[in-house]
């Protein structure tokens, strides 16, 4: 899921690679992650998308297509939900690092909530 976050996320899929069930899987996970399979994606996808916006060579709507959301809306409510701010307003408050970009995710991985 980290490497492929911008592919829709398949549960049966990833139960047959561990070789459970669907909802045992679920399970599993949220007990090993503490969230389910598909909150850990959005988080990933918002992560990156983070990472993204601080460039201002693309647009909100090119960083919501690059991690993986079709619907801009969809996008932005989550980006708020797990941020707290709009995509806008984080870009606005968030001025380019000059680091790499692995240490801005860490810095700015989004905390569970």
Do not use: N
Request: aromatic share 10%; charged share 25%; proline share 9%.
């Amino acid at each position: 899921m980290d490497r492929d976050f911008a592919a829709p996320l398949d549960v049966p899929a990833l139960a047959r690679i561990a070789l459970m069930s669907p909802t045992h899987f679920t399970r599993s996970f949220r007990a090993a992650f503490g969230e389910t399979p598909h909150r850990y994606l959005q988080r990933r996808r918002i992560e990156r998308a983070m990472a993204l916006l601080r460039s201002p060579a693309v647009t909100v709507t090119e960083v919501a297509e690059q991690v993986g959301f079709e619907s801009l809306g969809t996008f932005s409510r989550t980006f708020r939900t797990i941020v707290g701010l709009s995509p806008t307003e984080y870009r606005a408050k968030t001025p380019p690092l000059e680091v790499p970009v692995c240490f801005v995710k860490a810095w700015t991985r989004p905390s569970r909530s």
